[in-house]
């Protein structure tokens, strides 16, 4: 600057000098030709200098000054090309060197302003998500708690169902314990009943082969009454010829007249020994009879006997099969009734266990309904919480808006 | 023997005695086997041999009218067979045949009784042991048996003319 100033005074100084020089080759005058001519020299050298010094000056400020303004009104682009080589182009290449930090500050805060708005939106949304989940949540527990209580009556029911259930299964040992000494004794009699009929059904063969025999004898008595009826039949045959021939004896002596006399008396002997024989032998065969009718029926009711036996023996066997039967069933029955038994017996504690974990899951599903209802307090809380973050994140993009709206008057 | 009795031989028909003079009678036998005769009446039972003899058997149930009893035994059925001039006929009945007296006065009161008077178409009647009886007449019996036996084979061989016309 001082240099420009040294050479600007030497250029007013060169200029005086030909401006005296003219005016005095002008005026040849030279006195007055030298004081005017010194004195318009001086004056205008010293406008030409004051001129060329003044705009030398002020064009570089002006420059200055033009990019200032632009600079306040927010247009970042501008920088000022000054090259001087003095102070104004320090001045000029500090104010490039503010211009260009400042753009690069601006070009941040814009960049985080903007990053700012999006993440205040975001999180005004998870906010707002949260807030809504929370809610659900707040409702979900709401209705959890409910639940929780309604669990809680239900596992209080449940446990008195299940004190009676296991009552009632203790109620079912007893009875399962009663049945199975029931069922050992019904074991016992069935093996005894099937024993009894074991030894029925050995007299019953016994009795019917007594019967058989008997039933055979009476059979072989009844063929020697045959036998006897037969003979009987032979000697009444024999009766009635002597009594014929008694009679045709009697004919002839009768035809003999007093001849025939005495041979009559005998044929008359004769006729009442064959009567005598025929009404023997006439009784004789009733008795035979008698005996034939007799064995008959005996045989028949030996054989009905035979028959009956019989009967029994096949019914005492189906008895005797049946109550084996029995026994098994019986045998089955009280195995079964041994399992139900142990079974009850597990049952019942399994009861006693199901009543403890049911009074423990009682305990448990009380603690949760408080839990619940200490969740859905928290999550009141959580709610009421997270209706402040939204609010303060929707504050944050607000504020984060008006900066960027601020920041967009800077152009970088 | 009274003069008032005579001998009999003496059988039951239906219930009723009978009885037929001894003098009447040659003999009774058995009459076990009895043969059949195609065509003949009904009173006519069949035809025995006796002792190489044929015998035509009159079945007095039938001459009498009385309903036929079969006979329990073979040696049961009886035959009393007369004595000439009819040996070759006898009486066919059943056991039991028997001797006995019978009165011959008691006969006349007896007749006079009802049920002598409804049954004199029996033969006469007679007392046995104070019991009703009919005294058979031969020759009553064998007229019968005549009309009968002849009608019998007068109607078969009308029969069997009318069989044998075309």
């Not at chain 1, 009404?279 to 009879?289: G, K, P, T």
């Not at chain 2, 001998?7 to 009895?34: K, M, N, W, Y």
């Not at chain 2, 006349?108 to 009802?114: C, E, H, I, L, V």
Request: charged share 20%; proline share 3%; net charge negative.
């Amino acid at each position: 600057m001082r240099r420009k100033l040294a050479i600007a005074f030497v250029a007013v100084a060169i200029a005086a000098g030909l401006t005296n020089y003219i005016i005095g080759t002008l005026f040849r005058d030279s006195a007055v030709s030298t004081a005017v001519g010194l004195l318009i020299a001086d004056a205008l050298i010293g406008v030409l200098a004051g001129l060329s010094l003044s705009r030398y000056l002020t064009q570089h400020i002006h420059d200055l000054a033009a990019a200032t303004s632009h600079m306040s009104k927010g247009d970042l682009t501008r920088t000022v090309e000054i090259h001087t080589g003095d102070e104004i182009e320090d001045l000029a290449t500090s104010f490039n060197v503010m211009v260009g930090s400042l753009s690069k500050v601006v070009h941040e805060v814009k960049a985080s302003t903007q990053q700012i708005v999006a993440a205040a939106q975001q999180l005004s949304s998870n906010a707002d998500g949260m807030k809504t989940s929370v809610e659900e949540v707040a409702s979900t527990v709401h209705v959890i708690a409910r639940g929780a209580e309604t669990q809680s009556e239900t596992i209080a029911r449940t446990t008195s169902i299940t004190r009676d259930v296991a009552r009632s299964t203790e109620q079912i040992a007893e009875k399962a314990r009663s049945a199975a000494s029931l069922g050992n004794e019904a074991a016992e009699r069935a093996r005894q009943g099937t024993a009894d009929a074991v030894a029925a059904t050995e007299t019953i063969a016994a009795i019917h082969t007594d019967v058989k025999r008997v039933s055979d004898a009476v059979a072989g008595f009844r063929q020697q009454a045959l036998q006897i009826n037969k003979t009987v039949d032979f000697i009444s045959t024999i009766a009635q010829q002597t009594h014929l021939l008694a009679l045709n004896a009697t004919i002839e002596a009768a035809r003999a007249g007093e001849h025939g006399r005495g041979f009559a008396v005998v044929a008359e002997e004769i006729s009442k020994l064959a009567e005598n024989a025929r009404v023997f032998a006439d009784q004789i065969a009733d008795l035979a009879r008698e005996i034939d009718t007799g064995s008959g029926g005996v045989i028949e009711s030996m054989d009905d006997c035979h028959a009956s036996a019989e009967r029994g023996r096949i019914a005492v066997t189906g008895v005797s099969r049946h109550l084996d039967g029995i026994t098994q069933t019986v045998l089955a029955t009280l195995e079964r009734v041994r399992e139900i038994s142990a079974a009850t017996g597990s049952q019942e504690k399994g009861a006693e266990s199901l009543v403890k974990a049911i009074e423990e899951l009682s305990r448990i599903a009380l603690s949760n309904a408080a839990g619940t209802e200490e969740a859905s307090a928290a999550t009141r809380e959580q709610t009421a919480s997270m209706n402040a973050m939204a609010g303060s994140a929707r504050e944050i993009a607000s504020t984060s808006e008006t900066l960027r709206e601020l920041v967009t008057i800077f152009r970088i | 023997m009274s003069p008032a009795t005579r001998p009999c031989i003496q059988f039951q028909l239906g219930g009723d005695g009978f009885g037929v003079p001894l003098d009447c009678v040659r003999e009774v036998i058995t009459a076990a086997s009895i043969a059949c005769v195609p065509l003949a009446p009904p009173v006519v039972k069949g035809v025995a041999n006796v002792r190489g003899r044929v015998v035509t058997l009159i079945d007095m149930g039938r001459v009498y009218g009385r309903p036929p009893v079969p006979a329990r035994r073979d040696d049961d059925r009886i035959a009393i067979v007369l004595a000439p001039p009819w040996e070759n006929i006898a009486l066919y009945v059943h056991s039991p045949v028997e001797i006995a007296d019978v009165s011959v006065e008691a006969v006349d009161r007896a007749s006079a009784s009802p049920d002598a008077r409804e049954s004199a178409d029996a033969g006469a009647p007679a007392v046995c042991d104070g019991r009703i009886m009919h005294l058979v007449s031969v020759d009553d019996v064998i007229a019968r048996c005549r009309q009968d036996i002849l009608s019998g084979f007068l109607r078969s061989g009308k029969e069997r003319a009318g069989n044998d016309t075309p």
